[in-house]
Nanobody, 119 residues
Framework: QVQLVESGGGLVQAGGSLRLSCVAS????????VGWSRQAPGKQRELVAT???????AYADSVKGRFTLSRDTAKNTMYLQMNSLKPEDTAKYYC?????????????WGQGTQVTVSS
C-alpha cells in the first residue's frame, strides 16, 4: 500500500535551515494534493504547507517567507525547505498526500520527523 517516509529532521540553531524530504512508495494511481503538517507536544496539529495539482503552494502565516514546499511528482517525492528557523518551529513534521491508491482515495501520512530549533 501507499507509504510515505520523511527524513531530514534534526537539531538546528535558530536562524538555521533544514530540508525535509518525503518519499512515497506503493501503488499510487494519482495524487491530488500534498503537504506538510506539524505537531508540538501539547498543541494541535497544524497545516504548514500544501499544494494541489496545478496550483501554487499555500503556507501557514507563521512560516510564510521562510518555508518552501516543492515536489518531484515523477519520483513521488516532496520537500519542505525551512529557512530562518525559530524555536517555535520545533515540532514533529509529517508529510501527507491526498492520493488514490489500492484502498481508494485517502490522505496518507508519513511517520514524522522531529525538528528541534534551539535558541
Amino acid at each position: 500500500q501507499v507509504q510515505l517516509v520523511e527524513s531530514g529532521g534534526g537539531l538546528v540553531q535558530a536562524g538555521g535551515s533544514l530540508r525535509l524530504s518525503c518519499v512515497a512508495s506503493g501503488s499510487i494511481y494519482s495524487t491530488y494534493a500534498v503537504g506538510w503538517s506539524r505537531q508540538a507536544p501539547g498543541k494541535q496539529r497544524e497545516l504548514v504547507a500544501t499544494v494541489h495539482n496545478g496550483g501554487e503552494p499555500a503556507y501557514a502565516d507563521s512560516v510564510k517567507g521562510r518555508f518552501t514546499l516543492s515536489r518531484d511528482t515523477a519520483k513521488n517525492t516532496m520537500y519542505l525547505q525551512m529557512n530562518s528557523l525559530k524555536p517555535e518551529d520545533t515540532a514533529k513534521y509529517y508529510c501527507h498526500a491526498d492520493a488514490v491508491g489500492a484502498s481508494g482515495g485517502l490522505r496518507y501520512w508519513g511517520q514524522g520527523t522531529q525538528v528541534t530549533v534551539s535558541s
